[in-house]
């Protein structure tokens, strides 16, 4: 999910609520503690030189219980970081305190942001001699309008 994207969900909303990808909630308490943007420049295990940049929101509960972020707060918060730190429309990755921080993208139900899993990648599996995995089908499972039935003429 882009930035752009967040400001247009939050501009409908009375409420902010995270979802964890099980499905429980964020505490309603949390804090938004940073907006900010990282850039990470890297060369990745086949020599190739890259950069990415994400927009990073880090949550926080605390033991404020009677806090409730509202959406034209985090709107504010936002703009403000747009013109201070320059931010781009770029892809929203998410912190939050789990065993250890936690980092998740991001989504939108229509409802609820939903923190999504976010999975590492060798981005050089060619160089690597990684095999391409293909997928694993099951025959029996295959339908087709063009198969083959006795009598149907097509033999």
């Known amino acids: 999910m882009k930035l752009s994207e967040v400001k247009q969900a939050l501009s409908g909303l009375d409420k902010i609520t995270f979802k964890l990808p099980n499905g429980a909630k964020v505490p309603a308490h949390f804090h938004v503690t940073e907006v900010g943007k990282i850039t990470k420049d890297f060369i990745d295990c086949g020599g190739t ?3 990415e ?9 605390s033991i404020d219980f009677n806090h409730r972020l509202h959406a034209d707060k985090l709107l504010n918060i936002i703009e403000l970081s747009e013109s201070k730190l320059g931010l781009e429309d770029a892809e929203i990755e998410v912190e939050y305190q789990a065993e250890t921080i936690g980092k998740y993208g991001l989504a939108f139900d229509g409802t609820n942001f939903v923190l999504t899993s976010k999975q590492t990648d060798c981005l ?3 160089n ?6 293909k997928p694993k089908v099951k025959l029996a499972d295959i339908h087709s309008s063009s198969s083959c039935a006795p009598g149907s003429g097509c033999c």
């Not at 690597?128 to 995995?133: E, H, S, T």
Request: glycine fraction near 4%; hydrophobic fraction near 45%.
């Open 49 to 51: 030189t890259r950069s």
């Open 53 to 61: 940049s994400v927009v990073n929101f880090q949550l926080w509960s």
């Open 124 to 126: 050089a599996k060619d």
């Open 128 to 133: 690597c001699g990684i095999p391409v995995m």
